[in-house]
């Protein structure tokens, strides 16, 4: 089985930082893409950034400049660093894991942590 755990979301001030964390655990091979993303209350889920396995990365206009994705291979984690944070950055935030296991390529999604941008 593999799960998805993330942490870091919380109560912020507007121009505030958070930081998650999305932890993957289970016989995991290998990844191809490890990302978040984040829904509002009332609109649909969207990408807020993604990395590959190479390294490469890829953000929403709207986080670009303020938000930094990173991941640690070796622990299997993938981190967002969200700078500067705005009320339209209040969402729940998942993370996404398209990633090679024992049970072959899959796409897995996380819980959702909850991060609001309020004064």
């Known amino acids: 089985q593999v799960q998805l755990v993330e942490s870091g979301g919380g109560l912020v001030q507007p121009g505030g930082s958070l930081r998650l964390s999305c932890a993957a655990s289970?016989?995991?091979?290998?990844?191809?893409?490890m990302g978040w993303y984040r829904q509002a209350a009332g609109k649909e889920r969207e990408l807020v950034a993604v990395?590959?396995?190479?390294?490469?990365?890829n953000y929403a206009d709207s986080v670009k400049e303020r938000f930094h994705i990173s991941g640690d291979n070796a622990k299997n984690t993938v981190y967002l660093q969200m700078n500067s944070l705005k009320p339209e950055d209040t969402a729940v935030y998942y993370c996404n894991a398209d990633l090679y296991s024992v049970y072959g390529r899959n796409d897995f999604w996380g819980q959702g942590t909850q991060v609001t941008v309020s004064s």
């Open positions: 289970g016989r995991i091979f290998s990844f191809n893409v």
């Open positions: 990395i590959n396995g190479g390294g490469s990365t």
